[in-house]
């Protein structure tokens, strides 16, 4: 296991954005101080080789230019460069990111020896406010250079993860993604109530090594919280489900992307 960092470009304001590279196994994971954002996922797969499985782009003016569809949906989180620290535990290797602002946030990402990327995001608000954390990643488990994916791709959602059951802070399956040619499977936990699949819904010419991603070339997942069902129409921080509002209070939940092939 290991963890490389070298600067991946220089913005306009002079800040230095920088890559790491988390190795564990057969697994290497690419992660981006300019938004927190993940970059590369390498995968091995059942007798097809490696394949990078996000779509992305190669270069950081590319990155910069389309920032928007590579990190978060929180603009003041996903324009930053957060402060990030690596390290290692008996399990895996891990990037701690950091953001001081109005909101205090931080994600820890891992790569485990278990081929599970462990995601933990944390933040305090100073005010209530709607709020999440997530990780915008678009997959094409065939690979990122593999065209359309949607149709080819096997998944399954669970509809049993009601918001009113079961431990709040509790890992849940929620979606679980087979691709038959390369014999991949990725399944997702976390400690929401929901995911949402979101189809890559563009032609976009400016993809990895001269990639063209296509209307379905991939798809993005985004956990979520579901508000209280009895409570429509309701917009008061007390009819949503804990954690979709953090006023002084501590936000923690947990994702967990489990791979095999």
């Known amino acids: 296991m290991k963890v490389d960092r ?4 220089v913005l306009s304001s002079g800040k230095k954005v920088h890559l790491y590279k988390l190795k564990a196994g057969d697994i290497s994971l690419c992660l981006c101080t300019l938004g927190a954002s993940w970059t590369s996922l390498v995968l091995p797969s ?3 080789g490696s394949d990078d499985i996000l779509l992305g782009v190669s270069t950081f003016d590319g990155f910069v230019r389309n920032l928007p569809l590579w990190t978060m949906e929180e603009p003041a989180l996903a324009r930053a460069v957060w402060k990030a620290d690596a390290y ?4 895996g290797v891990f990037v701690r990111f950091e953001y001081e602002g109005d909101i205090t946030a931080a994600i820890s990402y891992g790569l485990t020896k278990s081929n599970e990327i462990v995601a933990n995001y944390e933040a305090r608000l100073e ?3 709607p709020f999440d954390l997530d990780t915008r990643a678009w997959f094409n488990l065939a690979g990122e250079n593999r065209g359309i994916s949607v149709n080819s791709t096997e998944f399954t959602i669970m509809e049993d993860n009601n918001p009113l059951d079961g431990k709040p802070d509790e890992l849940k399956l929620s979606a679980e993604f087979h691709e038959p040619f390369t014999g991949r499977r990725m399944r997702v936990f976390n ?3 929901a995911v949402k699949i979101i189809n890559w819904d563009r032609s976009f010419n400016e993809g990895k090594m001269g990639s063209v991603y296509q209307k379905d070339s991939g798809f993005c997942l985004k956990t979520t919280k579901i508000q209280n069902p009895n409570c429509q129409g309701k917009t008061q921080p007390e009819f949503f489900t804990a954690g979709d509002f953090a006023a002084e209070a501590e936000y923690h939940e947990k994702a967990v992307y489990a791979f095999d092939w």
Not at 88 to 91: L, N, Q, S, V
């Open 46 to 48: 059942r007798d097809k």
């Open 6 to 9: 070298k600067t991946f470009g």
């Open 127 to 129: 005010k209530p406010a």
């Open 191 to 193: 400690t929401k109530t």
């Open 88 to 91: 290692e535990e008996r399990d």
